[in-house]
């Protein structure tokens, strides 16, 4: 493979004039630059892609963290984000953070050093914590999923406490008065957020809250099933559960099986997310569609746009949801 010496020795120039016709050719007369370039093409030489970002500080790549890549909500997002990569030639360097600070920290550090010239996060963690001093963070930072709509950086999600709100009267209207929650991790905004919608509801319809009939678990189908069991061996008056993801939910559906429970006969049970494992659940999953891939495309075009140097206020879009209905919430109103 040709080198830059070997270019500078057939153009007859030195290698720093090589350098420069790649780098800025304007600095050069037209007939110096035209046989270098002629004899970068007789020798088909490239210019080092490396040598290029040291001098444009870019590295056309964008840093994804995530909480827990095996999460199917989370890898749904991030499909969404690759496809957005491709269409805006960015490369994606993807991170399971295990929603440590720490790691995620060093994300921040990657920016700040050249390594990825932007970060998509879509843990709940916003940037002035990652970042103290985040007024004056010169990097393209954008939060999706489970984001403070009132940060200084563009933010792409849900509205968490209107769409746990919907699913709740949901619950409601099919006659179901004893309805037991299994949250997710309590420090969670997106958790505080949808116990809010699930209180809303419940205080529209003129019923009273019970604190002891929430469980709180991770957002995983292991963490659904072991709150399950410890709920439903306490209180087996309940008539439905509302499951604040969809892998909780499949959890809780395995522990309800185990405990003799007949769905959705003795039991309702509804999710979140709209994963594609609910459809094929016994029953299948009621569940809230929040638009995953959607999500990722729109969080990846905000950071494309600030990345092309787009003179662009803060936006904190709020994507829509859907109630999917299926069969796994019975209406009781005749019992």
Do not use: W
């Amino acid at each position: 493979m040709a080198q830059i010496r070997d270019v500078a020795r057939r153009a007859g120039v030195s290698p720093a004039t090589v350098s420069r016709a790649f780098s800025d050719p304007a600095k050069l007369s037209k007939d110096t630059l035209a046989r270098v370039l002629a004899a970068a093409t007789d020798l088909k030489y490239k210019p080092s892609s490396l040598a290029q970002l040291f001098r444009e500080k870019r590295t056309n790549t964008v840093l994804v963290m995530v909480p827990d890549i095996a999460n199917v909500f989370f890898a749904r997002v991030v499909s969404g984000i690759e496809r957005g990569a491709v269409e805006s030639k960015l490369n994606l360097v993807v991170s399971d953070t295990g929603d440590d600070m720490d790691i995620e920290r060093v994300g921040i550090e990657m920016v700040q050093t050249y390594r990825a010239d932007g970060l998509i996060q879509l843990g709940e963690r916003p940037l002035n914590e990652l970042l103290p001093n985040e007024e004056h963070a010169q990097i393209p930072f954008v939060q999706a999923i489970s984001a403070d709509p009132r940060g200084a950086y563009p933010t792409v999600g849900i509205d968490d406490r209107s769409s746990s709100a919907m699913m709740a009267r949901h619950l409601i209207a099919q006659g179901h008065r004893r309805i037991g929650v299994i949250a997710g991790l309590q420090n969670r905004l997106v958790t505080q957020e949808r116990l809010k919608g699930i209180k809303d509801a419940i205080a529209d319809a003129g019923l009273d809250f019970d604190d002891t009939i929430v469980e709180y678990a991770p957002y995983s189908m292991g963490g659904g099933e072991q709150a399950a069991q410890r709920l439903l061996s306490r209180a087996r008056h309940l008539t439905a559960l509302f499951c604040m993801s969809d892998e909780i939910a499949i959890g809780a559906i395995r522990a309800a099986h185990d405990l003799g429970y007949d769905l959705p006969g003795d039991l309702s049970i509804s999710g979140f997310d709209n994963i594609e494992f609910g459809k094929y659940c016994t029953p299948p999953l009621t569940t809230v569609m929040q638009p995953a891939e959607k999500i990722g495309e729109v969080a990846m075009a905000l950071m494309s746009d600030m990345l092309t140097g787009q003179d662009m206020p803060v936006v904190h879009e709020m994507l829509p949801t859907e109630l999917v209905i299926r069969s796994s919430v019975q209406n009781i109103c005749g019992e």
